[in-house]
């Protein structure tokens, strides 16, 4: 058990919606990275938040987009959904700087119709 | 700019044999290292980092993996594995100034035959 979840388990869309996925850790885990894992790939590099503000964008088009809270949760929005956006999505938070460590959810499998 | 490459897409091994899995990176600068496991229908798992000094590094469930600088490499080995070390494996690496942003493998299969 790594303290973090993710809601909800599967999602099911179709091409042109919007979605959003919800992330949520454990208290003082202050950076939350978002990743994508395509079947049969590792996963990939989204985007970061630290103390509710980006920290950082992998190779990802501005549809994607996300948002922390106070409260340690966080969420990545899609919007404009296409077939390609069928993954894993995966969330993994830290406790913040020098820890050096990820804590991942049980990931969010997302398929577009 | 980071790059990771596994070797082996599919390892399959009897039980209790030993393993590798082979990990290689690239990096422009001095990075983090990483392996994790995951399980189907499961997120990751840590199994072992690299940040700094010793290059031989133990993790969980009888795994240990071993920087090597000059080769860019960062293989993971079992002397004797089981039937539950049946799973995906990652080879990850960061840059030192953010372990957040990870850059992963295609990662290796480990099936485990009795």
Same mark, same amino acid.
């Given at each position: 058990?790594?303290?973090?979840?993710?809601?909800?388990?599967?999602?099911?869309?179709?091409?042109?919606?919007?979605?959003?996925?919800?992330?949520?850790?454990?208290?003082?885990?202050?950076?939350?990275?978002?990743?994508?894992?395509?079947?049969?790939?590792?996963?990939?590099?989204?985007?970061?938040?630290?103390?509710?503000?980006?920290?950082?964008?992998?190779?990802?088009?501005?549809?994607?987009?996300?948002?922390?809270?106070?409260?340690?949760?966080?969420?990545?929005?899609?919007?404009?959904?296409?077939?390609?956006?069928?993954?894993?999505?995966?969330?993994?938070?830290?406790?913040?700087?020098?820890?050096?460590?990820?804590?991942?959810?049980?990931?969010?499998?997302?398929?577009?119709? | 700019?980071?790059?990771?490459?596994?070797?082996?897409?599919?390892?399959?091994?009897?039980?209790?044999?030993?393993?590798?899995?082979?990990?290689?990176?690239?990096?422009?600068? +001095? =990075?983090?290292?990483?392996?994790?496991?995951? /399980?189907?229908?499961?997120?990751? $798992?840590?199994?072992?980092?690299?940040? &700094?000094?010793?290059?031989?590094?133990?993790?969980?469930?009888?795994?240990?993996?071993?920087?090597?600088?000059?080769?860019?490499?960062?293989?993971?080995?079992?002397? +004797? =594995?089981?039937?539950?070390?049946?799973?995906? /494996?990652?080879?990850?690496?960061? $840059?030192?100034?953010?372990?957040?942003? &990870?850059?992963?493998?295609?990662?290796?299969?480990?099936?485990?035959?009795?």
């Amino acid at each position: 058990e790594t303290g973090v979840t993710q809601s909800p388990t599967h999602l099911i869309k179709t091409r042109g919606q919007q979605v959003t996925l919800r992330c949520s850790s454990q208290s003082g885990h202050n950076t939350v990275s978002w990743y994508q894992q395509a079947l049969g790939q590792g996963p990939q590099f989204i985007f970061q938040y630290y103390r509710e503000e980006e920290n950082g964008r992998g190779n990802f088009p501005p549809r994607f987009s996300g948002l922390q809270f106070p409260n340690y949760s966080s969420e990545l929005n899609v919007n404009a959904l296409e077939l390609d956006d069928s993954a894993l999505y995966l969330c993994a938070t830290e406790r913040g700087a020098g820890y050096n460590e990820q804590f991942f959810g049980p990931g969010t499998r997302l398929t577009v119709l | 700019a980071q790059s990771v490459t596994q070797l082996d897409s599919q390892v399959p091994v009897f039980e209790e044999a030993p393993v590798e899995l082979r990990c290689n990176y690239s990096s422009s600068v +001095s =990075v983090y290292l990483f392996w994790y496991v995951q /399980y189907p229908n499961q997120g990751l $798992q840590l199994l072992l980092k690299y940040l &700094s000094g010793s290059t031989l590094v133990k993790g969980i469930n009888g795994f240990e993996a071993e920087f090597n600088k000059s080769q860019t490499s960062f293989h993971l080995r079992k002397p +004797s =594995v089981h039937i539950s070390d049946t799973a995906e /494996y990652f080879c990850a690496v960061s $840059q030192r100034t953010n372990a957040g942003k &990870s850059t992963f493998g295609d990662g290796t299969t480990l099936t485990v035959k009795p």
